[in-house]
């Protein structure tokens, strides 16, 4: 294969669909640069033989030229003299040296139009190179952002199956059963609370009974417009009477403190 042939296969080779079939895209858009990068070189140093090539032959032509302007003078100078012949083999000296020029001339315009050539053809893959170069640095950085992007969706993935996640969740179960607890001994201590402060208005209203009866007690045979009277009785039954409501007043106490 020959250098342009080269040269355009890895122009023209599309970096994209390198890139989709190889296992590693960094190292296959860096072997294509680097296989721009010698064709560059070898591009350069066939430019370079080319010019120097042109020189060589531009400096053969011009003395070829000289030459044959030189023998065209001798020939004029013979023929001056009356010297014929020497003027004739002066002409053929000089048609030698101009056919010479002559193809050296078409031989410098073919090298001036390969030389311009390879010029175009070098600025266009210095081009080239340049532009791969950016697109390889855009591509390195797209398939690290999306190496990034793989290994991030990754992570979140593995973190709804991970121990640590699990972990998390079990915590949180606890604190919730923790806060339950809570919220039940509260409303275990109000409930607690209103039945301690029924049972006090429960032995209050026992308390009020038993003080209207203990007053009811000391007043005696006393009446009161506001009490019915008692039936009058011998002072021989009073203290049987009194022997009985004691014995009431004991039964009461014990039914209070059974409460």
Not at 45 to 57: D, F, M, P
Not at 127 to 149: G, N, V
């Given at each position: 294969?020959?250098?342009?042939?080269r040269?355009?296969?890895?122009?023209?080779?599309?970096?994209?669909?390198?890139?989709?079939?190889?296992?590693?895209?960094?190292?296959?858009?860096?072997?294509?640069?680097?296989?721009?990068?010698?064709?560059?070189?070898?591009?350069?140093?066939?430019?370079?033989?080319?010019?120097?090539?042109?020189?060589?032959?531009?400096q053969?032509?011009?003395?070829?030229?000289?030459?044959?302007?030189?023998?065209?003078r001798?020939?004029?100078?013979?023929?001056?003299?009356?010297?014929?012949?020497?003027?004739?083999?002066?002409?053929?000296?000089?048609?030698?040296?101009?056919?010479?020029?002559?193809?050296?001339?078409?031989?410098?315009?073919?090298?001036?139009?390969?030389?311009?050539?390879?010029?175009?053809?070098?600025?266009?893959?210095?081009s080239?190179?340049?532009?791969?170069?950016?697109?390889?640095?855009?591509?390195?950085?797209?398939?690290?952002?999306?190496?990034?992007?793989?290994?991030?969706?990754?992570?979140?993935?593995?973190?709804?199956?991970?121990s640590?996640?699990?972990?998390?969740?079990?915590?949180?179960?606890?604190?919730?059963?923790?806060e339950?607890?809570?919220?039940?001994?509260?409303?275990?201590?109000?409930?607690?609370?209103?039945?301690?402060?029924?049972?006090?208005?429960?032995?209050?209203d026992?308390?009020?009974?038993?003080?209207?009866?203990?007053?009811?007690?000391?007043?005696?045979?006393?009446?009161s417009?506001?009490?019915?009277?008692?039936?009058?009785?011998?002072?021989?039954?009073?203290?049987?009477?009194?022997q009985?409501?004691?014995?009431?007043?004991?039964?009461?106490?014990?039914?209070?403190?059974?409460?």
């Amino acid at each position: 294969m020959g250098l342009f042939d080269r040269i355009s296969r890895v122009v023209k080779s599309n970096l994209n669909d390198l890139v989709s079939k190889a296992e590693d895209p960094e190292k296959i858009l860096e072997q294509a640069l680097l296989e721009m990068q010698e064709d560059l070189i070898q591009l350069r140093q066939g430019v370079a033989q080319a010019i120097a090539a042109q020189k060589r032959t531009e400096q053969q032509y011009k003395q070829n030229q000289s030459e044959s302007e030189r023998w065209d003078r001798n020939a004029r100078l013979a023929l001056q003299k009356g010297d014929e012949n020497l003027a004739r083999q002066a002409l053929e000296r000089k048609k030698n040296y101009l056919e010479t020029a002559n193809t050296l001339k078409a031989t410098l315009d073919q090298q001036v139009t390969q030389i311009d050539t390879l010029k175009r053809n070098l600025i266009a893959l210095e081009s080239k190179i340049s532009e791969a170069k950016t697109k390889k640095d855009m591509l390195k950085a797209r398939s690290s952002a999306a190496k990034a992007q793989e290994q991030l969706q990754g992570t979140v993935g593995r973190l709804g199956t991970s121990s640590a996640m699990a972990a998390f969740e079990r915590m949180e179960e606890k604190v919730m059963m923790q806060e339950a607890r809570a919220q039940a001994v509260g409303e275990l201590a109000g409930n607690d609370l209103e039945s301690q402060f029924a049972a006090l208005e429960a032995g209050s209203d026992v308390d009020d009974e038993l003080a209207a009866l203990k007053a009811q007690m000391s007043l005696g045979p006393a009446t009161s417009s506001n009490q019915p009277s008692l039936p009058e009785a011998s002072e021989q039954s009073t203290p049987a009477k009194n022997q009985v409501v004691d014995a009431e007043l004991e039964d009461l106490k014990k039914q209070l403190d059974q409460l």
